[in-house]
């Protein structure tokens, strides 16, 4: 399978039209040939070769490439033969994908960690009071900042009704607002 890697010597070129590579990508099958002719290559192949089979690796839409076997003899390929390389086809786009799938899981936890972590930040060190509130105007969270500004730990607020804030004359009015914004 080629991967574009510097240690690489060079990039592959594209599949010739309707030769065992573009057949094997087009029909998603193993594609073989039992009879190499000379005539179909550019050099002597039969030196080096009289059979190979072509085997797509794809998942979906996602097409990774072709796994190629190679035969110095000539070899007739037998249903069960097809079968297996079928399969093995099949099992190394799992592979792939499964791997492709992990590494997009992994950066997106990453990206999470840094969001969180970013605007935890924010929360935090912030000159204003943030609260998360149920229906009921019951406390959820509240961000640290209240210590900061009203002198009270954030612990001591959970699970209180937000009218805590609000002073005797105000808490009507308060009550109201928050009734109008939740």
């Known amino acids: 399978i080629y991967s574009e890697k510097k240690a690489n010597p060079k990039a592959p070129t594209a599949p010739r039209k309707n030769a065992g590579n573009q057949i094997a990508f087009k029909t998603k099958k193993p594609f073989f040939d039992s009879n190499i002719k000379k005539e179909n290559y550019q050099f002597d192949i039969l030196r080096y ?6 085997i797509p690796i794809f998942y979906r839409n996602y097409i990774y490439g072709n796994l190629v076997l190679c035969y110095k003899k000539q070899h007739n390929f037998n249903p069960d033969e097809l079968a297996l390389a079928e399969a093995i086809g099949n ?6 994908t499964i791997r492709r799938l992990i590494g997009n899981e992994q950066k997106a936890r990453i990206l999470s960690e840094k969001q969180k972590t970013h605007f935890q930040a924010l929360i935090e060190n912030s000159y204003e009071i943030i609260v998360h509130l149920d229906s009921r105007s019951k406390i959820l969270y509240v961000s640290p900042s ?3 500004i009203l002198g009270v730990a954030a612990k001591n607020l959970i699970g209180k009704n937000l009218s805590v804030f609000a ?3 105000g808490a ?3 009550s109201n607002y928050i009734k109008k914004i939740i």
């Not at 070769?49 to 072509?54: A, E, G, P, T, V």
């Not at 099992?91 to 792939?96: F, G, L, M, T």
């Open 146 to 148: 209240v210590k900061k």
């Open 49 to 54: 070769l009289k059979s190979y089979i072509i």
């Open 167 to 169: 002073k005797n004359t």
């Open 172 to 174: 009507l009015k308060t």
């Open 91 to 96: 099992a190394a786009a799992q592979a792939k």
